[in-house]
């Protein structure tokens, strides 16, 4: 039914942030001690800098970042696959889509880019989910139930239907002769089929300006519990599109850059600031865990640290510092151990200047996880650090609290 598309959507970001140490001397620290707290000019923070960004890097906003923002924005919107249905207890990532090529590699089958394109496509988000533990790239094991959900934004309610009439056409031609159309009563204007003895089904609807095209699947044969499965994710969804107002392209421009100040108060040696889902990003709750692969155990995590927004800074070489805004000082006291819960459990040492700073090592580590992480909390704020050599590992998190500190 769908022969170019992936069976889930392949894990685009795990839970590292990554980010690249600075090259130069040692860092000097601003600031006045505040009676009570720690004096963060003494704190060893090596070589990196800890000013904050807006000192370093100025927004422009174009159309291309400005996309970006729109994506992150629309990825905060999407549900998540425990949200549609509690089974789906597993990311398996999500994509950014800023133009119609970031359609290819399996998001659409490859002649429904060329209809997204035909009806001028802004912008997108594609995220997936299953059942079972995603294999070490990302992708739903065989034979899991699985699903995933591209969610496109047109210029016009028009343009988006003729799309998302136009993206169902051409999917039941691929095998016409086998494809029987399906009726899901509670949405009479999804076009959806399925393949008889096949356990997957594929529904596209417009609402509004957006497309939302699903493509599910289940261990065995069941075309109504298929069928309920996509009323579920419809149900869902359309309530979240309905709380985020469609974007003209003068809107996406004006879209604001940190409108919480968060990145200023992200470790960022680099200084890089352009907007970019894998490397420089600011995200709500539904935004981090299409980012992350238990999403069962970090939803609960973040929702009972009443996390609001965080954000995350990464580099090719895959160093990294995430912080995360919650409720209360108490409650970035509480997240901080859980950031290490898992893949970090083996202990490591801390920085010892910094009081209540967690470090573990990754026995596992590969080229898609660092060895080391630390974890600190300032106030309401909660962050990670890692690297693969525990000295800078200590460092970074020396300079993230140092950052975290300077902001207030």
Same mark, same amino acid.
């Given at each position: 039914?769908?022969?170019?598309?992936?069976?889930?959507?392949?894990?685009?970001?795990?839970?590292?942030?990554?980010?690249?140490?600075?090259?130069?001397?040692?860092?000097?620290?601003?600031?006045? *001690?505040?009676?009570?707290?720690?004096?963060?000019? %003494?704190?060893?923070?090596?070589?990196?800098?800890?000013?904050?960004?807006?000192? /370093?890097?100025?927004?422009?906003?174009?159309?291309?970042?400005?996309?970006?923002?729109?994506?992150?924005?629309?990825?905060?919107?999407?549900?998540?696959?425990?949200?549609?249905?509690?089974?789906?207890?597993?990311? $398996?990532?999500?994509?950014?889509?800023?133009?119609?090529?970031?359609?290819?590699?399996?998001?659409?089958?490859?002649?429904?880019?060329?209809?997204?394109?035909?009806?001028?496509?802004?912008?997108?988000?594609?995220?997936?989910?299953?059942?079972?533990?995603?294999?070490?790239?990302?992708?739903?094991?065989?034979?899991?139930?699985?699903?995933?959900?591209?969610?496109?934004?047109?210029?016009?309610?028009?343009?988006?239907?003729?799309?998302?009439?136009?993206?169902?056409? $051409?999917?039941?031609?691929?095998?016409?002769?086998?494809?029987?159309?399906?009726?899901?009563?509670?949405?009479?204007?999804?076009? $959806?089929?399925?393949?008889?003895?096949?356990?997957?089904?594929?529904?596209?609807?417009?609402?509004?300006?957006?497309?939302?095209?699903?493509?599910?699947?289940?261990?065995?044969?069941?075309?109504?519990?298929?069928?309920?499965?996509?009323?579920?994710?419809?149900?869902?969804?359309?309530?979240?599109?309905?709380?985020?107002?469609?974007?003209?392209?003068?809107?996406?421009? /004006?879209?604001?850059?940190?409108?919480?100040?968060?990145?200023?108060?992200?470790?960022?040696?680099?200084?890089?600031?352009?907007?970019?889902?894998?490397?420089?990003?600011?995200?709500?709750?539904?935004?981090?865990?299409?980012?992350?692969?238990?999403?069962?155990?970090?939803? %609960?995590?973040?929702?009972?640290?009443?996390?609001?927004?965080?954000?995350?800074?990464?580099?090719?070489?895959?160093?990294?510092?995430?912080?995360?805004?919650?409720?209360?000082?108490?409650? *970035?006291?509480?997240?901080?151990?859980?950031?290490?819960?898992?893949?970090? !459990?083996?202990?490591?040492?801390?920085?010892?200047?910094?009081?209540?700073?967690?470090?573990?090592?990754?026995?596992?580590?590969?080229?898609?996880? %660092?060895?080391?992480?630390?974890?600190?909390?300032?106030?309401?704020?909660?962050?990670?650090?890692?690297?693969?050599?525990?000295?800078?590992?200590?460092?970074?998190? *020396?300079?993230?609290?140092?950052?975290?500190?300077? !902001?207030?």
């Amino acid at each position: 039914m769908f022969p170019s598309r992936l069976r889930t959507i392949c894990c685009a970001a795990a839970i590292v942030a990554l980010i690249a140490p600075l090259n130069g001397c040692g860092s000097r620290i601003s600031g006045t *001690a505040t009676a009570g707290e720690l004096d963060v000019r %003494k704190l060893d923070v090596g070589r990196y800098a800890i000013d904050p960004l807006d000192l /370093r890097y100025t927004y422009n906003p174009s159309l291309s970042y400005a996309k970006t923002l729109a994506v992150l924005r629309l990825a905060d919107q999407v549900a998540t696959g425990q949200e549609i249905e509690p089974q789906f207890k597993w990311s $398996t990532g999500g994509i950014p889509i800023t133009s119609t090529s970031d359609l290819d590699g399996g998001v659409l089958a490859r002649d429904n880019i060329a209809v997204a394109d035909k009806y001028g496509m802004l912008f997108g988000f594609a995220a997936g989910a299953s059942d079972t533990e995603p294999d070490s790239r990302g992708h739903a094991q065989p034979g899991a139930a699985f699903m995933s959900m591209v969610v496109l934004q047109f210029p016009s309610e028009q343009a988006a239907t003729q799309a998302a009439t136009e993206i169902e056409q $051409t999917d039941f031609r691929v095998a016409a002769d086998q494809n029987e159309k399906v009726d899901i009563p509670k949405f009479p204007d999804a076009h $959806t089929h399925w393949r008889p003895t096949v356990a997957n089904i594929g529904s596209t609807m417009a609402h509004g300006r957006y497309v939302i095209n699903l493509f599910m699947g289940l261990a065995s044969v069941d075309l109504n519990a298929m069928k309920y499965l996509v009323e579920r994710a419809y149900s869902t969804q359309i309530p979240l599109l309905d709380n985020l107002p469609p974007l003209t392209p003068e809107d996406m421009v /004006r879209l604001p850059y940190d409108p919480d100040g968060l990145l200023n108060r992200t470790l960022n040696p680099d200084a890089y600031g352009i907007p970019d889902y894998q490397y420089q990003a600011v995200f709500g709750v539904r935004g981090f865990l299409h980012r992350v692969a238990d999403n069962a155990r970090l939803r %609960k995590v973040l929702t009972d640290a009443g996390v609001d927004r965080g954000s995350m800074t990464r580099a090719p070489t895959r160093e990294s510092a995430v912080v995360f805004r919650t409720r209360d000082d108490d409650a *970035a006291r509480v997240l901080e151990p859980e950031l290490l819960a898992a893949q970090y !459990a083996t202990a490591a040492d801390a920085p010892h200047d910094i009081p209540g700073t967690k470090c573990g090592e990754n026995k596992l580590a590969d080229l898609n996880a %660092k060895r080391f992480r630390c974890a600190l909390s300032y106030r309401r704020y909660a962050a990670f650090v890692e690297g693969d050599q525990l000295q800078d590992v200590q460092q970074r998190a *020396a300079a993230q609290y140092a950052l975290l500190a300077d !902001a207030q």
